[in-house]
């Protein structure tokens, strides 16, 4: 979810850094700043609203839903491989305690268990990082996947609200204070929510 917040940042910088140019290059005869909400960009007026988007990734039923599931399955491979690793450790326990009673008929018997034990730490690690490595994966389709419903719905529920620029923060992000009207997060949520219901 971070990075979705970081990415959604930086759209959030450019949008900003697109008005700011805007605002102070060809406004000639206006001073000050503008309190509706609105700038005028090439002689038409701009509306600008903001998104919380660690609000509404709480919030949204389907972000909910999907890191619920991200969790549940993290703490099952979690589990897995310590499992594995206690079981692994009591062998090399195991194979400590009969080292050193003598319990090998031979030198070389010892070091077969010893190889097979090495080995077999080698492929727990292995398994850590393909477990590790999948955990991202999935991490990150289920960004690209929240990203791909919330843009998508924005879409749709910009035709009918015709905002030409819609910001992204989080808390204590970008936005440090707005006056009321500019966050549009709980009606986007209840709209998403919505939709998703319907699903």
Do not use: C, P, W
């Not at 599931?69 to 491979?77: N, P, T, V």
């Not at 398994?127 to 419903?149: C, G, I, V």
Request: a negative charge.
């Amino acid at each position: 979810m971070k990075n979705l917040s970081i990415a959604l940042n930086v759209v959030l910088l450019l949008a900003v850094a697109v008005l700011y140019v805007l605002h102070f290059s060809g406004r000639s005869g206006k001073t000050g700043v503008e309190t509706t909400g609105e700038e005028q960009i090439s002689g038409e007026t701009a509306k600008i609203v903001y998104i919380n988007t660690d609000t509404l990734l709480t919030n949204y039923a389907l972000s909910v839903e999907l890191n619920e599931a991200f969790l549940k399955k993290q703490e099952e491979r979690r589990t897995e491989l310590n499992m594995k690793t206690k079981q692994l450790d009591q062998e090399a326990t195991d194979f400590q305690r009969k080292l050193e009673n003598n319990g090998f008929i031979s030198r070389e018997r010892a070091e077969a268990a010893q190889m097979a034990l090495q080995d077999k730490y080698q492929k727990l690690q292995l398994l850590q990082q393909e477990m590790s490595e999948k955990m991202m994966q999935e991490d990150n389709e289920l960004k690209k996947r929240l990203f791909e419903e919330i843009t998508n719905f924005l879409t749709e529920y910009n035709r009918e609200k015709g905002f030409n620029i819609i910001l992204s923060t989080v808390v204590a992000g970008t936005v440090l204070y707005a006056q009321d009207g500019f966050d549009i997060t709980q009606d986007v949520l209840k709209g998403l929510n919505a939709a998703y219901q319907k699903k």
